[in-house]
């Protein structure tokens, strides 16, 4: 699905309203029965069990990675059902421990200052009245997706590869809302502020920057609506920046300020918090290694994975077997899937599936011919600009940006 435009629609604010329950309703934060039972995630060194939890308003089961503020897993078996990932099981990741437990859409707002002509302010309501809206389908993957797999370990949240998700993204272009506040000349970045807060009152609010051509770029967007429904509270109603083609970081939830800036933004969340060794796309170093230069973390490389087949699956032997699954292409489209049975010496084509646009995730299939006895399946995905996922896995101290070729075990039978 490319960006598609729609002229502002009188039934917006209806469809809004009525899918917000869940925003408009209150949040607890559950501390208790959270478990509706045990998962393990194949976690290299562990731990690798972790609850299971329905307890979380608008949300399904999840796996709880952590409970305040929540961190929330979608299941990985939630991939294989398609394109797009269901709103009450899209992954869930905030910072800080103080986040809003309800919200207002008739007077949360937005606000548009710094370094412009005039400071503007909008609820959701008004984004919808004054511009042109914008659908454009987006992967949403958090910086550590995939972390727990890192070794040596490294702190933080210890996801397996379920932080992620894919979703049609409704809202208006960041574009237009800029420049209807008048951008000066001279304007460097601008930076983005969200409504969660640190408990300790020195701690740093959450804020993220773009550079100005990049935010004013058309395809970043203020959005309150995904996959037909209003945002969730716990994925940032009334409305969240989109960033398509980087990391979740940038994709600010309940989004509060945008400020323009004359200079370059050097605040904690861009230095030191969320960078990466500057070499981009390996962000990788030696654990140890020191004279590093680092940089803030940016756009997204490409990564493929099977989803109807768990590690330890037993298979056909001697027969097709049909394998899928989905792939995206990081900051730009998916080029070719390719699989290996044996150990990446030789590559097969696989079949794509429908393109949604170059930010979405594509779904993949082919039909393998085991040998009867343990069999690995490789899968890699080369994107638009011809950058394929690597053989041997990154390593950096924040855990971020993994995406090794993944390897599935089988035993055909």
Request: glycine residues 10%; positive net charge; hydrophobic residues 40%.
């Amino acid at each position: 699905m490319k960006q598609t435009d729609y002229n502002p629609d009188t039934q917006a604010r209806r469809h809004f309203l009525q899918t917000a329950a869940a925003g408009l309703g209150a949040l607890t934060l559950v501390r208790t029965s959270l478990a509706a039972e045990i998962t393990k995630l194949p976690l290299p060194g562990g731990p690798d069990e972790r609850q299971l939890t329905t307890a979380f308003p608008g949300k399904g089961e999840m796996i709880l990675q952590r409970t305040r503020p929540p961190l929330l897993e979608t299941p990985w078996s939630v991939f294989d059902k398609g394109v797009f990932t269901p709103v009450n099981q899209f992954y869930v990741r905030w910072h800080w421990a103080d986040i809003p437990t309800t919200m207002n859409p008739h007077t949360h707002k937005v606000r548009i200052s710094g370094h412009v002509d005039k400071v503007l302010e909008f609820t959701v309501f008004d984004l919808m009245k004054h511009f042109r809206h914008v659908e454009l389908a987006a992967v949403n993957q958090c910086s550590g997706n995939s972390r727990g797999y890192f070794q040596p370990r490294v702190p933080g949240g210890e996801w397996s590869n379920g932080a992620m998700g894919n979703a049609r993204w409704v809202g208006v272009r960041l574009k237009d809302v800029l420049d209807a506040a008048g951008v000066k000349a001279g304007a460097v970045q601008v930076q983005f502020e969200g409504s969660e807060r640190p408990v300790v009152a020195t701690a740093p609010n959450l804020k993220k920057s773009l550079s100005v051509d990049h935010a004013r770029d058309g395809d970043v967007m203020i959005a309150w609506e995904m996959n037909g429904q209003a945002l969730p509270l716990l994925n940032g109603f009334p409305f969240r920046l989109v960033v398509p083609g980087w990391y979740a970081t940038y994709w600010t939830k309940m989004l509060q300020h945008v400020r323009v800036l004359n200079e370059e933004d050097t605040n904690f969340w861009m230095k030191p918090a969320y960078t990466i060794p500057d070499n981009w796309p390996q962000a990788n170093m030696t654990p140890g290694e020191q004279g590093v230069k680092f940089v803030p973390i940016n756009r997204m490389v490409p990564r493929s994975f099977i989803t109807n087949l768990k590690d330890g699956a037993s298979v056909g032997a001697g027969r097709p077997e049909l394998v899928r699954g989905i792939a995206f292409g990081g900051d730009t489209g998916v080029k070719a899937v390719d699989v290996s049975i044996d150990g990446g010496k030789t590559w097969t084509a696989t079949e794509l599936g429908r393109d949604y646009g170059k930010f979405s995730f594509r779904q993949w299939n082919a039909h393998l011919k085991f040998a009867k006895g343990d069999q690995t399946v490789m899968v890699r995905c080369t994107n638009t600009d011809g950058l394929q996922q690597p053989m041997t896995p990154n390593w950096n101290p924040g855990g971020f940006m993994r995406n090794v070729v993944e390897s599935t075990r089988l035993m055909a039978v």
